[in-house]
């Protein structure tokens, strides 16, 4: 029923709760776990040659490049040694597993992925953004269910009781 699952992590501790789903579904269905982490891309200030504020000379905006490109292979080899450590937890529990880093938008990047790839459950969680802040943030799982045409098990964060 499940071979390939794909588990989206950003890096925070939370996300990472979707792997103890992920590692419990693939040893039921001797599935494949391929983790993915999408990273943003670095926007250098603006370049402007008039009156605006930004950037005034070509020199000056080859060094604001720059230093977005740094900034994005610092992000990709992080994403990376992230990846490859819960790689490692999860292939020590005998199950195959690989990763995967993109440089995009997230909602997007899941969904094209897992069409390419021929994905059969994607695992992910949700950060539980409510009101305004996702009417206009949106949700990422929520594009992912809405536009992925895969299943998807979204993991909410615990609500804790007041007591």
Known sequence: MFKKILVPLDGSQFASRSL????EIAQRFDAEIILMQVEKL?????????PQLGIQSPAAAKIAVQIALDEDKRNIAKARRYLS???R??????????????????????????RKKKIDLIIMTSHG????????MGSIADEVVRNSGKPV???????RSKK
């Open 85 to 87: 450590r819960k790689v």
């Open 20 to 23: 103890k789903y992920a590692v």
């Open 153 to 159: 098990l979204v993991i909410r964060p615990n609500k």
């Open 42 to 50: 670095a926007t250098p200030v603006t370049v402007s040659n008039g």
């Open 89 to 114: 937890e999860i292939k020590g529990k005998k199950i195959v597993c690989s990763y995967h880093v993109n440089i995009g938008n997230p909602a997007e990047s899941i969904i094209l992925y897992a």
């Open 129 to 136: 953004k409510s009101g305004i802040v996702r009417a206009v």
